[in-house]
DNA sequence: ACACGTATTTGTGGTTCACCTTTCT
DNA sequence: AAGAAAGGTGAACCACAAATACGTG
């Protein structure tokens, strides 16, 4: 397949936003700057107080939080403008996007929230930040601290895709009479980032979730997902662990959703075998951490190895049942205690049914593949063999 | 180590249907 | 409270090009 590299000919600087940006300090602490919005305390919160007011108790967690609006900065934000880069409430979309002239061509779509207590990764997810390099973020040399990340080679580099001109569903029809000889269309490939909905705050929120890593014990950049969650549940109450959730904006403090993309959340994915494993036996641990496959040695002491896979659908196969594994050590990080068999045997179903109803975003791996199958002749939706 | 040929496996989407949950009677 | 109906969800099915694995010279 062809993998052209897209460069965007220019990169057209986002617009600055039109409106005088507002006073948002954060209604806690006074002195950050607010970059969410909880609806339940209708409290505007930097990223540090919203750990620090929402991990106090089980109810506090549940409270569904936003991003802020760009431009009142007083509502939480639903809808993320691709064109504008910036993330509206309901009222400030309807007033900028309602004149004819302008909604056709912007690009928006909604955007999510989140409740629980999001260690930094999953916030970094939660902003669209999930693939950035993490030394560009966690840098845990202090004299760093002068590098301007959004000059350099870091940020700047990782928002270029902004500028590129999306590809509309016009770009991907290939005319019928070609439909015999299919040729990859030459699509540029997708931003890296391409999930990012994090508005014109971006800044602040990277600066923020920098500040805030360090609060996390053992945090760096090399072994990110097992020191975000480590780290994440020792500030923590032990009642109050749980995995941060993302809501659509659209909801309205409805239901929570999965992370939708597996290899964009793997914090979430890990949080959730940790939640599992909570469940077994510390015998069963080792495995369990091995098929995870992102907890480096030091963490577990076991010696396995570690490795990573690109597709989280096989693993699975490749790696015996926990329950034959052998023992190790019991690991009292984790606040584990002893189950009795019956508990054993409730605990182990449990994590194998919920292993087998994980579900993950579906990924096309061979866009020529799709390609085919699409316009593939079928009958009652089966691909039909073709007349000779 | 490399090139080549052959065998096997993978991945793709629209429809159907079984199964489960919710709502209605 | 119980059963029926409606609605929602996800797995299975299909063919075949492309990718991958393997054997041979």
Known sequence: MSETPHKPQETPQPTPPQHEQPKRLCDYCNDKRAVLYCRADSAKLCFSCDRE???TNQLFSKHSRSQLCDICGDSPASIFCETEHSVLCSNCDWENHTTL?????????????????????????????????????????EDNNNYNYFDGDGLSEYFDWEANDFVSIDNLIVPSDAAHNYQALDVPSLPKNRNATCGQQKEEMLRQLRQLSKLEPNYNYENVDTETVVGFRSLVPELDRQPGNL??????????????DREANAAQWFTDSLEAVNQLPSSLLRNKFEESSVVPDQHLETGGRVSHSSDGHKEQSHHPDPVTTETVPV??????????????????????????????????????????????????????????
């Open 247 to 260: 809501h659509t904006g659209l909801e309205h403090d409805a239901k929570p959703i999965s992370f939708p």
């Open 331 to 388: 690991l009292p990080k984790f606040g584990l205690h002893e189950l009795n068999s019956q508990e054993r045997d409730s605990a182990i179903s449990r994590y194998k049914e919920k292993r087998k109803t994980r579900r993950y975003d579906k990924h096309i791996r061979y866009e020529s593949r799709k390609v085919r199958a699409e316009s593939r002749t079928r009958i009652k939706g089966r691909f039909a063999k073709l007349e000779q």
């Open 53 to 55: 007011v929402h991990s």
């Open 101 to 141: 002239y302008v909604s056709p061509v912007h690009n928006r779509r909604p955007i999510e929230s989140f409740n629980g207590c999001p260690s930094v990764t999953e916030l970094l997810t939660f902003v669209g930040f999930d693939d950035l390099d993490d030394k560009a973020l966690f840098s845990t040399d």
